[in-house]
Every structure is written in C-alpha cells, then in structure tokens.
C-alpha cells in the first residue's frame, strides 16, 4: 500500500508547530532562543519537504522564523517593562490594617542621612529623645496611627455628588425627549378604546382558559 504523503506531511508540520512553540514559550529570551528557533524552523521546512511537496510550506517556515520570533521578542519586552512595576508579592510588605498591628517590614525602608542619626540615637536611652524625634520614629515605622485608620473618610459626598448629579442629568434628558421627541399619546391608549377592546375581547370569548373570557360571567354579565 502506498505511503499517505499528504496525511504525513501534515502530521510533520503539526509536530513541526508544536516543538516551535514550545520552545518559544520556555527559552528564555537572547541570542540563543533565537537560534533555536530558527533551527527549528529549517528542521520544518526539511520535514514538510521530505514528506511530500507542499509550495507553502517554506513561506509557512520563514513565518515561524520571522514573525513568531518577533511576537516572543516583543513580548518579552513588554513583560520587563511592565515587571519593573509590578509588586513582588514574594517578600514581606508593608500594611496599613487594624488586625495587623506590626507589619512585617517598616513603613520606611531607605533611609537618608538624618533617619540614620535619628535610627543610631535610638539605640540609646529614650529619655534623650525628644518628642518630635519619637515622632518621627514612629512614622518611619508606621504610616498611620490607628485613630488615623480609624477615622471616618469623606469619600461618601463624592459619591453622593456623582450620583444626584447623574440622576438630575437623567431627568433633564427625560424631560427633552417628552417635549421635543415623544408626540402625543396614542388614541388606542385612551379609557374609551380600552374599554371596547375589553368588551370585543369577551364578546369573541377571546381565550377562555387563562384569559379574559375565563375572568367574565356569561349569565349574570359581569366579572366573576
């Protein structure tokens, strides 16, 4: 029985696809991961070709190589942009929390000249502090006292604001369309024509289960 060239080929470019984007999602990025992926890529370009003559399969393989490559390398880029911001949740934080009254790192971490000072004068006897350098020992330490944690925010009038606003916003939009863009309400919405279209409605004995004619005393003419 003669070889399936086409169901090959394509089983060696599928392996081909996949061995190329594995290695570009676990190499690191450099000069090496680009070797080899363009190694990879000729590697698929020969495998497609032995397997059967497919006239797509080098601009498939010089794609792979280029375009790929140029996605891995891009976003590699954007991640170290973006890991220069992102918080190292994998070392101790600093928190303001009522439950956690003793973070596990200070509130100040780099000190300049006069917090060293301050910090080597602590280390001796605190009655040569003064008040203000207890202070400021303190708020290198901790950014808020607990009465400053504590105390009620005014961020609710903000919100109060933006929402009469909105709403009175809401209200002025109404008030137009009624004016200039709704017209007069229709006849068929009036007492009169309602009431005849009841009427009809039970004159037909219009769905005499659950409907009106179901609600309406045929003997006695009125509703039951």
């Not at 006239?55 to 976003?75: E, H, I, M, Y």
Request: hydrophobic share 35%.
């Amino acid at each position: 029985m003669p070889p399936n060239h086409t169901t090959d080929t394509y089983a060696a470019y599928i392996r081909g696809v996949f061995r190329l984007t594995l290695t570009m999602v676990s190499v690191p990025t450099g000069g090496l991961a680009k070797s080899r992926c363009n190694l990879l890529a000729r590697h698929l370009f020969q495998a497609t070709r032995k397997q059967g003559k497919m006239l797509t399969c080098r601009p498939l393989a010089w794609g792979l190589q280029r375009g790929f490559w140029r996605g891995v390398s891009t976003t590699s880029r954007v991640c170290a942009v973006i890991s220069k911001d992102v918080l190292d949740c994998s070392v101790p934080q600093y928190t303001n929390r009522v439950d956690t009254p003793l973070p596990d790192v200070p509130f100040v971490t780099d000190l300049n000249s006069e917090q060293q000072r301050l910090k080597e004068k602590e280390k001796g006897s605190w009655t040569k502090l003064t008040k203000e350098e207890k202070i400021a020992l303190y708020r290198m330490a901790y950014e808020l006292t607990y009465a400053e944690m504590g105390k009620a925010s005014s961020e609710w009038k903000t919100v109060m604001g933006g929402v009469f606003f909105f709403l009175g916003l809401t209200g002025l939009v109404i008030w137009w369309q009624r004016v200039y863009v709704f017209g007069d309400v229709p006849h068929t919405l009036s007492d009169e024509w309602v009431e005849q279209q009841t009427q009809r409605m039970i004159d037909m004995r219009m769905n005499p289960v659950h409907g009106p004619a179901s609600q309406w005393d045929y003997d006695k003419k009125q509703w039951k």
